[in-house]
């Protein structure tokens, strides 16, 4: 098992910037993504960013150029580096890992966990 802590969600005006941090622990061998998703009220929840173990990183059309995804591999830790803030950016953000490999015999295996979610809201 995998457990993910996020950190780093709060109340900010518009314009402003946040960082959230993602820590994972446990059984930690073989995460190839590590992400963020966001979900707000009465929306499903949608992907914002994810950076693989090679450094590729994708992110969600509403945050390009305001949002940037890093990971320090030698902490397991993920941030979210949010910029020019809107008030639309307000949701429960969660961390993400996807846990994946071969195991002996040839199976492959993929392996999803959540964090619980931090609140980050946009308002004046």
């Known amino acids: 098992q995998v457990q993910l802590v996020e950190s780093g969600g709060g109340l900010v005006q518009p314009g402003g910037s946040l960082r959230l941090s993602c820590a994972a622990s446990?059984?930690?061998?073989?995460?190839?993504?590590m992400g963020w998703y966001r979900q707000a009220p009465g929306d499903e929840r949608e992907l914002v960013a994810t950076?693989?173990?090679?450094?590729?990183?994708t992110y969600a059309d509403s945050v390009k150029g305001r949002f940037a995804i890093s990971r320090d591999s030698a902490k397991n830790t993920v941030y979210l580096q949010m910029n020019s803030l809107k008030p639309e950016d307000t949701a429960v953000f969660y961390c993400?890992?996807?846990?994946?490999?071969?195991?002996?015999?040839?199976?492959?295996?993929?392996?999803?966990?959540w964090g619980q979610g931090t609140q980050v809201t946009v308002s004046s």
């Open positions: 446990g059984s930690i061998r073989n995460i190839n993504v």
């Open positions: 993400y890992a996807l846990q994946s490999g071969v195991v002996p015999g040839g199976i492959a295996y993929e392996n999803d966990f």
């Open positions: 950076i693989t173990s090679g450094g590729t990183t």
